[in-house]
Nanobody
Framework: VQLQAFGGGLVQAGGSLRLSCAAS????????LAWFRQAPGKEREFVVA????????YYPESVKGRFTISRDNAKNTVHLEMNSLKPEDTGVYYC????????????????WGQGTQVTVSS
C-alpha cells in the first residue's frame, strides 16, 4: 500500500483545513486508516481512525467535535476536515494504513504516507 498525503498549510487559529490521503497498490477493504500528527520535540500522536469497510470512526477527546474523517471508496481516498483549529494542532500530519480495526497506536499501522505540514498561528 502506498499512501500520499496532501492538503496541509498555514491557517489562523479558528480556521479550517482539509487533508487528504490517497491510497494505491491494493484495495482497502480489510484495512483501517488513521491520521497521526507529530509536533517538534514530541511523540507521534493519534488523531483519528476509520475502518475502511464499516466506516466506523474513533476520535480522541482532543479533536472530537472539530475534526471529521471520511472515505471515498471510488477514489481510495480518506479526507480529514479540520475545523476550529488551535495552535496545538500544529504538526506534521501522517496518514497510515494497517490490518487493524480502529488502532490508536502507531504500531498498529504498517504503511505510512510522507506527511504534510499543518501550522496554526495564534
Amino acid at each position: 500500500v502506498q499512501l500520499q498525503a496532501f492538503g496541509g498549510g498555514l491557517v489562523q487559529a479558528g480556521g479550517s483545513l482539509r487533508l487528504s490521503c490517497a491510497a494505491s497498490g491494493r484495495t482497502l477493504g480489510s484495512y483501517g486508516l488513521a491520521w497521526f500528527r507529530q509536533a517538534p520535540g514530541k511523540e507521534r500522536e493519534f488523531v483519528v481512525a476509520i475502518n475502511w469497510s464499516s466506516g466506523l470512526t474513533y476520535y480522541p477527546e482532543s479533536v472530537k467535535g472539530r475534526f471529521t474523517i471520511s472515505r471515498d471508496n471510488a477514489k481510495n481516498t480518506v479526507h480529514l476536515e479540520m475545523n476550529s483549529l488551535k495552535p496545538e494542532d500544529t504538526g506534521v500530519y501522517y496518514c497510515a494504513a494497517g490490518r487493524t480495526n480502529l488502532g490508536v497506536v502507531a504500531g498498529d499501522y504498517d504503511y505510512w504516507g510522507q506527511g504534510t505540514q499543518v501550522t496554526v498561528s495564534s
